[in-house]
């Protein structure tokens, strides 16, 4: 078993709506979110305000497919969590079960319009994948914090 747990903490240079915006307009994530190929929003079940409490995301790297959904709980403009509902890894010659993905962002506004973004992860798989290992952490904690990072304050430029 396969499991490891981090989090880590920016500053982002646009307001705290814009950064919540971006987070949660999950249909936009391919355009920025560089390890994700396509993402399917609920079917409108379960709405929480204007936020949808499923959405399954695809993607891959390092020559694994991922998909994985996950259920989310929102505090707007501060917090957005979520727990894995299921998930797969497939690659050349194998595919296991992701066991659990539960994660969260923290947003706290900062002096001067800007933001301070936390994020947190869990992962477990039902086995480690090697040296692809570390590689892959850093990319899940790269498209999580540092593609949030560029894609929030490009939007605040526009603005």
């Not at 936020?51 to 929102?74: C, D, K, M, Q, S």
């Not at 301070?116 to 798989?125: E, G, K, N, Q």
Request: glycine share 8%.
């Amino acid at each position: 078993m396969f499991e490891a747990s981090e989090s880590r903490t920016t500053v982002i240079d646009a307001p705290i709506e814009v950064v919540y915006q971006v987070i949660t307009d999950y249909e936009n994530y391919p355009s920025w979110a560089s390890s994700l190929d396509k993402v399917v929003v609920g079917d409108g079940q379960g709405l929480q305000g204007d936020y949808p409490e499923e959405v399954e995301f695809f993607g891959g790297a390092l020559g694994f497919r991922v998909r994985y959904r996950l259920r989310y709980e929102y505090d707007p403009p501060y917090r957005l969590s979520w727990e894995l509902v299921d998930g797969e890894v497939r690659g050349l010659l194998l595919k296991f079960s992701i066991s659990s993905l539960d994660g969260s962002y923290e947003f706290e506004a900062v002096d001067g319009g800007k933001t301070r973004a936390t994020y947190s992860l869990r992962i477990s798989l039902p086995m480690a994948v090697g040296p692809l290992r570390r590689k892959a952490e850093e990319i899940v904690m790269d498209t999580g914090l540092a593609d949030l990072k560029k894609r929030a304050e490009e939007l605040a430029c526009r603005e």
